[in-house]
C-alpha cells in the first residue's frame, strides 16, 4: 500500500522536518499511483503539503511529497535560483520549476541531481554533489555532505 511507503519515506516532510521527500513506488496497475496522488492531495491540502509524480516509467513511479511555501522560499534564495537559472530553468516559481524538473527526469539519459534542492539539501552540497559527480564527499548519510558536516550530522 502506498500509505506504508508514505510513512517510512516522507516522515520528516509530514513532520514539517524537511521541506521534501522523494519515494519510488511499483506500479501494480496503469493508475493507481495518479488516483492515490489525487486523493491524498485533497486530504494533506489543508496541512501545506502536496504530492506530485514527477516521473513514470514502465513499472516505478517517482513521486515527490513536500511543502509547497518552503519549497517557494527556499527557491528564491539568491544563489539557488540563479543556479536553476543556469542549469535552463525557466522560472523558480515553484510549479514551474517542479514541472520543469519532471521533464527533465523523462526526458535526460542522466538524472538531473539538482533534485536536491527540491528536497531542501545544502546548496552547497547539491552544488558539490554535482560537480565531483558524487565522489569525494566528506560523510555520508541522508545525503552526501560536502560541507559543514558538525551541522549534518
Known amino acids: 500500500m502506498i500509505e506504508t511507503v508514505l510513512l517510512s519515506h516522507c516522515a520528516p516532510t509530514l513532520a514539517g522536518l524537511k521541506m521534501g521527500n522523494l519515494f519510488s513506488y511499483f506500479n501494480s496497475d496503469d493508475t493507481y499511483v495518479e488516483t492515490q496522488i489525487a486523493i491524498y492531495n485533497a486530504l494533506l491540502e489543508s496541512k501545506d503539503l502536496k504530492m506530485l ?6 513499472d516505478r513511479s517517482l513521486v515527490l511529497v513536500y511543502r509547497p ?3 517557494a522560499q527556499y527557491l528564491q534564495q539568491g544563489m539557488v535560483k540563479q543556479f536553476l537559472l543556469e542549469l535552463g530553468y525557466p522560472s523558480c516559481i515553484s510549479q ?3 514541472q520543469h524538473l519532471s521533464l527533465r527526469l ?4 542522466d538524472f538531473p541531481h539538482e533534485v536536491g534542492i527540491f528536497l531542501g539539501y545544502p546548496f552547497e552540497d547539491v552544488c558539490s554533489f ?17 560541507s559543514n558536516v558538525a551541522s549534518a550530522q
Do not use: F, P, T
Open 53 to 58: 509524480l514527477l516521473q513514470k516509467k514502465q
Open 96 to 98: 514551474e520549476a517542479l
Open 130 to 146: 554535482i560537480r565531483n559527480k558524487g565522489c569525494n564527499g566528506l560523510c555520508d548519510g541522508c545525503w552526501k555532505v560536502y
Open 106 to 109: 523523462h526526458s535526460e539519459k
Open 69 to 71: 511555501k518552503m519549497v
